[in-house]
């Protein structure tokens, strides 16, 4: 039986996660991480969506999506049936690339935001991956504290929402995410890249 849609009734922020199934890769190498951002930037330009975060990890991935309609689950679908179907050909795979539908939290207030955007800039730091989130690659922190053009990042509306908080946001983002979450470490120890 085919899986129900979702039912989506507004726009709104969602931190959309997926992992892969049985906790295996999804991505294996830079160039299946690049292929993951163009079908990113085009699932964001087909559905109007405003992608304020990001990370890619080996084995899951996380974003914060601000939509215009409500088209989420549309958009998803969209970008991790592409994904999926080019890793598959890609690797000569058969099967779910992903463990089950993306998983997503609406975000409600400014503070939950701030929140999402801090754990989604640290998880490669929490997971070993680099020191400090500025080091890793393939997130946006380091593009939001550039001010880099993207076809894939907002960060105008990100900074925004910490603006609100006061002073320059920018600033205030890079210290929002610098300070420590409580029960979270603050350094971690560069962990050995995967064989490819």
Do not use: K
Request: aromatic share 10%; proline share 7%; hydrophobic share 35%.
């Amino acid at each position: 039986m085919a899986r129900q849609p979702r039912a989506e009734t507004e726009p709104g922020i969602h931190h959309v996660f997926a992992r892969g199934n049985d906790r295996g890769l999804i991505f294996r190498n830079d160039g299946d991480r690049r292929v993951y951002l163009r079908l990113l930037a085009e699932a964001i330009a087909r559905m109007s969506w405003r992608c304020l975060s990001y990370c890619l990890m080996d084995n899951h991935v996380h974003l914060l999506v601000e939509t215009q309609e409500p088209n989420l689950g549309v958009g998803m679908h969209r970008l991790h049936g592409g994904y999926a179907q080019f890793f598959n050909r890609r690797y000569s795979r058969v099967g779910h690339l992903f463990q089950g539908r993306f998983g997503s939290v609406r975000v409600e207030s400014d503070q939950q935001l701030w929140t999402v955007v801090r754990y989604v800039a640290l998880n490669p730091v929490e997971a070993n991956y680099c020191v400090t989130p500025d080091d890793y690659p393939w997130s946006s922190h380091g593009a939001t504290l550039r001010a880099e053009e993207s076809p894939i990042l907002d960060v105008g509306r990100l900074l925004e929402y910490f603006a609100a908080a006061g002073g320059e946001p920018r600033l205030r983002y890079r210290e929002f995410v610098a300070a420590p979450a409580p029960g979270h470490s603050t350094r971690a120890r560069p962990r050995a890249p995967l064989p490819i």
